[in-house]
């Protein structure tokens, strides 16, 4: 069974950090492109950070550039989301996800609350 498991979100004041981790299992971890997306409140899923399969590359939203770190241990088939100076603005659900050009899996989703 394929399951990616999100965990590490939560409530956390302007300006603060905050981790995000996702527990892979059930396909092939390092041939897969690993992301984190967000959904925030009447607007659209959008990707805020990836790492490419077999390139390693990263990529980030402009609005997190800077601010957030995605990072993958192959040894536990972990991905991580490192969230600093965080804004209002990055309240949102956070999904896990995992793709090749055959499939994709998804999370379920973990709030993240930034709030005063």
């Known amino acids: 069974q394929v399951q990616l498991v999100e965990s590490g979100g939560g409530l956390v004041q302007p300006g603060g950090s905050l981790t995000l981790s996702c527990a892979a299992s059930g396909f092939t971890f390092g041939d897969y492109t690993m992301a984190w997306y967000r959904q925030a409140p009447e607007k659209e899923r959008e990707l805020v950070a990836e790492y490419i399969a077999f390139s390693h590359y990263t990529n980030y939203a402009d609005s997190v550039k800077g601010r957030f770190i995605i990072s993958r241990d192959y040894g536990s088939n972990m991905v991580f989301l490192f969230m600093n100076s965080l804004k209002t603005e990055d309240t949102a659900v956070y999904y896990c996800?995992?793709?090749?050009?055959?499939?994709?899996?998804w999370g379920q989703g973990i709030q993240v609350t930034v709030s005063s």
């Open positions: 996800n995992a793709r090749r050009s055959t499939s994709a899996f």
